[in-house]
């Protein structure tokens, strides 16, 4: 399965990344995390006998004190150092790009020249189309998800913003419409063009700008 990927996408050899980027790739899973749990917490105080709601009262108070020691610590990362303070500033010049994205495409994807193009990238992220099949059936084309399942959880509602907000998804969105296509398809098809102009923005050095054609 493993060779069959790497013929069909050819993905770049892995190469450590700088420690920068390991290092905001350990505090954006931290923050992830701290997240998750804090969810976990609030859920179980809906539920929860009121003998350990104090309890839980304090873990939950404790975990929104460390999120934001973390969310600080990120920041504080990325201005930092000079290259991530300017990548993070390119990205978030295209609406619909925020803190949280930014910050995640930044720790996972780490150097985009190892891209060469953007049709590798979407690849790598597990939002390029595959063909449903088999035999001498075939079915409709969806998103292969055989990527990066963090930065797609990520995409996911800066996509939904910015096809109300984005010059360029919003043509996207009124296309695809035109064409019938269901919520959900245009929602898919508006991540894949968010990432690629993020690709864009990161790969020429230029901020976000509706009229300038898309880094390929």
Known sequence: MIARYCRLYQPPLWQPEPLHIRQLLALVNRLDALKEMLRMEQNRMLVANE???????????????????????????INANKELKKSKAL???IPGVGDILSCTFLAYVGDISKFSNNKKLVAWVGLNPMQQESGLWKGHSKISKRGNIELRKALYMPAVAALTHNPILIALKNRLAGRGKAGKSIVCAGMKKLLQLMYGVLKSGEYFNAKIQLVK
Do not use: F, P
């Open 51 to 77: 003998i350990i709601m104090s309890s839980l009262q304090k873990n939950t108070e404790s975990l929104l004190s460390q999120i934001h020691e973390i969310q600080q610590n990120i920041k504080e990362h």
């Open 91 to 93: 990205l978030t010049s």
